[in-house]
């Protein structure tokens, strides 16, 4: 996976959870190097992938003290809109009020499947967590892009102005992340299972169903081969 991100020209990735690293939590990082954070879903890397980031899955803690990567895992399933902010917010928490000398602000994912908050109470939940973190004053919502470029260069919450990159990088995010949203539909697409794929992106729709070899969606068939 890491050879076929790398080689599409990507960024960066999100997809290895941590459980050693919960507390402080673990900062993205390149994979120039060998990697401290511990391998929960073999195989891991073994390889240098020069200028490619590792955003890691900090795991969250269930209500019954088991760990899980994605908030939609967690056990007992959250019913109401309560359970759902008091998850949340326990798990923050975990970061935000670190006050030993293993502090640090380490950026805080969120990881949840839409199906989890299709429902309405966890829906609400979730709404009334992200409105309580408005309320913090060094607490910033950001994507992980923007949060990796933050990690490139941190500052401290006093010295971020608005000519600083950092500042950019905490701000550059539109309220409900998407300028103009493009509903995409694409027939015949040739992957597996072929049939209709449907997508909602922020920019127009590409000329193909974005694919291995061609994750940007705009290369002709004659191109595809060649790459």
């Not at 919502?141 to 006093?158: D, F, G, Q, R, Y």
Request: with cysteine.
């Amino acid at each position: 996976m890491y050879e076929a991100l790398s080689a599409s020209s990507l960024q960066w990735e999100s997809s290895m959870p941590t459980i050693a690293h919960r507390k402080p939590g673990l900062f993205p990082y390149t994979n120039d190097f060998a990697s401290i954070q511990d391998c929960q879903i073999a195989p891991c890397r073994n390889h240098s992938f020069p200028g490619f980031w590792t955003f890691p899955m900090i795991a969250a803690m269930g209500g019954n003290g088991f760990s899980c990567s994605m908030m939609d895992t967690c056990i007992p399933t959250p019913v109401t809109a309560q359970d759902t902010f008091d998850l949340l917010k326990v798990n923050f928490d975990d970061h935000y009020n670190t006050q030993d000398e293993r502090a640090n602000r380490a950026p805080f994912g969120i990881f949840i499947h839409y199906a989890w908050i299709a429902d309405e109470q966890r829906r609400q939940g979730l709404e009334d967590f992200l409105d309580y973190l408005g309320t913090l004053p060094d607490v910033y919502m950001t994507t992980v892009s923007n949060a990796i470029e933050w990690s490139k260069n941190p500052v401290l919450h006093k010295d971020i102005t608005p000519s600083s990159p950092s500042y950019l990088a905490v701000r550059n995010v539109l309220p409900d992340g998407c300028a103009v949203k493009n509903s995409c539909r694409y027939e015949d697409v040739d992957v597996p299972n072929g049939g209709e794929r449907y997508m909602t992106i922020c920019v127009p729709c590409p000329p193909k169903y974005p694919w291995l070899n061609n994750h940007l969606g705009n290369l002709t068939l004659i191109e595809e081969y060649q790459y």
